[in-house]
């Protein structure tokens, strides 16, 4: 079973890419900090994404397990034998998993992994593939430079899907649960991939994503921030 590496498993992580990731046939492999939510998720291999809309409907995400960010050598193996990766971790957190990023690339380098690996970055910054690059590139070590400039494909993205906050009285009830919009589409940046472009069920390729990301933040998040 082909495998994603998403470092995030809150909102977005869980609510809109783990969904797309699962639908697409991908074992799903988080990185978080929340050890309860860690702990949830691997004993329970699953959690419930509810679609709020005319008809709401839940679905079962399965597939899953968790891997604790400070677990290092765990984080590495599973970015080396990763098929595709993501962030949903917040642009504060971004110079926090970019060693690991690193450390992961550096390790599919010694392997001699031919396949290249692509990112999915889902964080509301503008030119994030180029600030999570200088990131990365300021803990890869000086000779493996060259085998992540041409294996690892950071791709931009622009997470438009609605994730309210599920109400206390379902979160106890479940501390899993995740509530969405039916909308799931995710543009991404054509450009940034390396080699063949994966088929993930929601994703749509663009060559000029930076449209949709400037009409995103100045309109989408505009609204929301007045």
Not at 46 to 55: C, D, G, I, P, T
Not at 125 to 150: C, D, H, M, P, W
Not at 192 to 203: D, R, S
């Amino acid at each position: 079973m082909k495998k994603a590496v998403q470092f995030g498993a809150g909102n977005i992580g869980r609510g809109f890419l783990g969904q797309l990731f699962f639908q697409s046939k991908y074992e799903i492999v988080f990185i978080d900090i929340d050890e309860r939510l860690i702990s949830a998720l691997n004993e329970r291999g699953s959690y419930s994404l509810r679609v709020v809309n005319e008809h709401p409907q839940e679905l079962v995400i399965r597939g899953v397990r968790a891997v604790n960010v400070s677990e290092v050598e765990k984080v590495v193996r599973e970015m080396a034998g990763a098929d595709i990766a993501a962030t949903a971790v917040g642009t504060k957190a971004l110079s926090q998993v970019a060693p690991l990023i690193a450390r992961g690339m550096e390790e599919r380098a010694r392997r001699k992994v031919k396949a290249p690996l692509n990112l999915i970055i889902a964080e509301n910054l503008l030119q994030a593939g180029k600030v999570l690059k200088g990131y990365i590139f300021e803990s890869i070590s000086g000779e493996y430079k060259t085998y992540v400039e041409n294996h690892l494909g950071l791709i931009e993205s622009v997470v438009s899907r609605m994730v309210p906050v599920v109400p206390e009285e379902l979160k106890k009830k479940d501390p899993l649960l995740v509530m969405v919009e039916e909308y799931a589409t995710l543009p991404v940046d054509k450009r940034a991939f390396k080699g063949e472009i994966p088929q993930i069920e929601g994703m749509v390729a663009h060559e000029n994503l930076d449209a949709y990301e400037e009409r995103k933040l100045f309109i989408h998040n505009c609204s929301h921030a007045i």
